[in-house]
């Protein structure tokens, strides 16, 4: 299985602020990187794929880099609905394994 | 506006069969270029992938999960289903269906909005 491991863990930070989360994949998958925001008691939402393209609707302060191992996820300005749990997820091989994600809190 | 919504038990004994059901609006489960996939998140954890069929009925398994796990489609009533056999307490989770583009890039575009299911007797 292909492992992701996310950082940090968790982050705290302010409405406005710009904050980046990286995912690291235990072997190379190309671009297969998908990114999740889950609000709580909530199912999560796709907001990237294909590593750096952002899903129709999702918000254009969301963005995504990265190929091969290392990947980020970019969050500029900061809105009160942002504050939630992010992960990452590979579709380069089954099983489609997620990272362990990032919790993402205000300051 | 593609839809998910899962049914099926809230409470499964151990040792028994968890059994859901995934209705699909706005879409069709037979359109091709789609996976139909299951997920789960334990309480207060992460995301675990279970598995996912396509329209001809090919499917794949987590394989930590795989000698349990069946996931099938009826294309007549727009569903797929998941079938977990011998459960035990650490099969308690909340259990989204969701549905995975898969032409090209593979992403789980939409989802349905979970259902916990608790092991215990």
């Known amino acids: 299985d292909i492992q992701m491991t996310q950082s940090p863990s968790s982050l705290s930070a302010s409405v406005g602020d710009r904050v980046t989360i990286t995912c690291r994949a235990s072997q190379s998958i190309s671009s297969y990187l998908s990114w999740y925001l889950q609000q709580p008691g909530k199912a999560p939402k796709l907001l990237i794929y294909?590593?750096?393209s952002l899903q129709s609707g999702v918000p254009s302060r969301f963005s995504g880099s990265g190929s091969g191992t290392d990947f980020t996820l970019t969050i500029n300005s900061l809105q009160p609905e942002d504050f939630a749990t992010y992960y990452c997820?590979?579709?380069?091989?089954?099983?489609?394994?997620f990272g362990q994600g990032t919790k993402l809190e205000i300051k | 506006q593609v839809q998910l919504q899962e049914s099926g038990p809230g409470l499964v004994k151990p040792s028994e069969t968890l059994s859901l059901i995934c209705t699909v609006s706005?879409?069709?489960?037979?359109?091709?270029?789609?996976?139909w996939s299951w997920i789960r998140q334990p309480p207060g954890k992460g995301l675990e992938w279970i598995g996912n069929?396509?329209?001809?009925?090919?499917?794949s398994y987590n394989p930590s999960l795989k000698s349990r796990v069946t996931v099938s489609v009826d294309t007549s009533k727009n569903q797929f289903s998941l079938k977990l056999s011998s459960v035990t307490a650490a099969d308690t989770a909340v259990y989204y269906c969701a549905r995975d583009y898969g032409s090209g890039w593979y992403y789980l575009d939409y989802w349905g909005q979970g259902t916990l299911v608790t092991v215990s007797s």
């Open positions: 294909a590593a750096s």
């Open positions: 706005g879409g069709s489960v037979s359109r091709g270029s789609y996976y």
């Open positions: 997820q590979q579709s380069y091989s089954t099983p489609r394994t």
């Open positions: 069929i396509y329209d001809r009925g090919g499917t």
